[in-house]
């Protein structure tokens, strides 16, 4: 007789915030924002400035006066962001796949020291908060 499937235990699942991860998502975000704003991330979306400049567009512009002219520019607020992501994609581009490609080399020249760094984590305690 065939022996029976026996249940599984669920999976246990780490919830600590990995920050070469967080690192290479803002760097990647920030390109972006680059390209099509002109701006930090930070200064995209904390910005209250009404003009920010002929070409930087903040998001609180975006989302007010996306159909009005910008400022300095015959163009309204949604031309503009597709004119800096046409002007700037090829940029962007190759910026993106560099810091993709870094990244995955940074991992695996340090996996050594950053199985040192989770593991004194795990002796401090603050493992379940913070990976590396």
């Known amino acids: 007789m065939a022996r029976r ?17 967080l690192a290479e998502a803002y760097i990647q975000t920030s390109i972006v924002t ?19 400049g002929a070409s930087k567009i903040t998001l609180n512009e975006l989302l007010t006066r996306f159909n009005q002219v910008h400022t300095g520019t015959t163009l309204t607020e949604g031309e503009l962001v597709w004119k ?8 962007a581009g190759i910026k993106t796949i560099g ?15 950053k199985r040192q760094l989770n593991a004194l984590a795990r ?3 603050v493992s379940d908060m913070i990976r590396i």
Not at 84 to 91: A, H, K, L, R, S
């Open 5 to 21: 499937k026996q249940k599984r235990s669920p999976r246990r699942r780490n919830t600590a915030i990995n920050i070469s991860n």
């Open 99 to 113: 810091v993709s490609v870094g990244f995955r080399l940074a991992n695996k020249l340090l996996k050594k020291p």
């Open 84 to 91: 800096n992501i046409t002007d700037n994609w090829i940029d």
């Open 34 to 52: 680059q390209a099509a704003t002109g701006l930090t991330p930070w200064n995209f979306l904390t910005s209250q400035e009404g003009n920010s």
């Open 123 to 125: 002796t401090v305690g």
